[in-house]
């Protein structure tokens, strides 16, 4: 089983305009509602692809409610630790035109003591059920960045590989325990190693230096253009199969979900990338912030193509 870990949940609410006018009354022309998270994103994207997955969440009030309701539909098995405050809706404004979208995001928490106490609690029992636990996004009011740290230690100690998807000191923090995997997003490489990345050579040189502090599978996205891999000290070019995106949201998310689940498989790691680029461009492919299906992935996974670059190419 893959089981992931969403510390921050949120309702993720997308609403269309025309043409956003700031200061003026807008006419809303769809809406679009939907469970988020990079933890949860993960999880349903791994049921999507046949596997078996746990998410672990902390959620409350009445928008948690539906975001387990949400799980259960879509056959995610959950774990939740319920909080005194209600989970966050984070909102994003679509124009008909191709800008990027405004999003308008609630920080999360506070969580109190003795939720975090009993989330680590639930982590240990699904850890030693799990193959790989992905810990994936933001961390809410009144925890530590530290607190990544922690649950890939606790993944570790229970047998799992851990994989941590995040941002800033909680990056920073988790990436000292180790992880088996990461992946950021180019933005985030170029952070945590404070760094810019100015061609595809960088990034691959990048994945390299972290791979070299002990971490076993890095991945660096960059968009549209697949992601850079460096496993077992070899470089992979992961070339994303071309769609017109609808929405970008969970791409990232999805393309964890491709990986490990093509790793718990046993697929070759080439043939993991590719599932994994494939399982990002079909949620692109899809509304809003819906997971992509596995019919699309089945259709695009032809079209990734993975090489494998010598190091000294670089």
């Known amino acids: 089983?893959?089981?992931?870990?969403?510390?921050?949940?949120?309702?993720?609410?997308?609403?269309?305009?025309?043409?956003?006018?700031?200061?003026?009354?807008?006419?809303?022309t769809k809406v679009e509602i939907d469970a988020g998270g990079k933890g949860i994103n993960c999880s349903r994207m791994i049921k999507?692809?046949?596997?078996?997955?746990?998410?672990?969440?902390?959620?409350g009030g009445e928008t948690g409610d539906y975001v387990k309701?949400?799980?259960?539909?879509?056959?995610?098995?959950?774990?939740?630790?319920?909080?005194?405050?209600?989970?966050?809706?984070n909102i994003c404004i679509e124009e008909k035109s191709n800008t990027p979208p405004t999003t308008l995001n609630e920080p999360g928490g506070p969580i109190e003591h003795k939720e975090l106490v009993e989330l680590f609690e639930r982590a240990k029992d699904l850890a030693r059920e799990s193959s790989f636990m992905v810990i994936g996004g933001s961390v809410p009011?009144?925890?530590?960045?530290?607190?990544?740290?922690?649950l890939i230690q606790i993944a570790m100690a229970g047998g799992a590989k851990a994989v941590l998807d995040a941002d800033g000191d909680a990056f920073t923090e988790g990436i000292k325990a180790k992880p088996f995997m990461i992946k950021p997003n180019i933005d985030e490489a170029q952070r945590l190693l404070n760094k810019t990345f100015e061609s595809k050579s960088d990034v691959a040189r990048a994945a390299l230096e972290l791979s070299r502090t002990g971490i076993e599978l890095v991945i660096i996205s960059l968009g549209k253009q697949g992601a850079v891999a460096c496993y077992?000290?070899?470089?992979?070019?992961?070339?994303?199969?071309?769609?017109?995106?609808?929405?970008?949201?969970?791409?990232?998310?999805?393309?964890?979900?491709?990986?490990?689940?093509?790793?718990e498989q046993g697929l070759k790691i080439e043939e993991c990338l590719a599932l994994g680029c494939a399982s990002g461009a079909a949620t692109a492919l899809s509304d809003g912030t819906d997971i992509g299906k596995k019919e699309d992935v089945d259709r695009l996974i032809g079209e990734a193509r993975v090489t494998k670059i010598e190091v000294s190419q670089i």
Do not use: H, W
């Not at 089981?3 to 997308?14: A, E, F, H, M, Q």
């Not at 999507?48 to 959620?59: D, H, K, N, W």
């Open 48 to 59: 999507e692809l046949g596997g078996t997955t746990t998410a672990l969440a902390f959620l």
């Open 69 to 89: 309701f949400v799980l259960d539909r879509r056959g995610v098995g959950s774990v939740v630790v319920e909080t005194a405050v209600e989970t966050r809706t």
């Open 232 to 263: 077992e000290g070899s470089i992979y070019d992961a070339a994303t199969p071309q769609v017109e995106p609808k929405s970008t949201i969970g791409s990232g998310d999805s393309l964890i979900a491709g990986v490990v689940y093509g790793l």
């Open 1 to 28: 089983m893959i089981s992931s870990i969403t510390l921050n949940p949120c309702i993720d609410k997308t609403v269309y305009v025309d043409k956003l006018a700031c200061y003026d009354t807008n006419r809303i």
């Open 141 to 150: 009011l009144g925890v530590n960045p530290d607190v990544k740290r922690v």
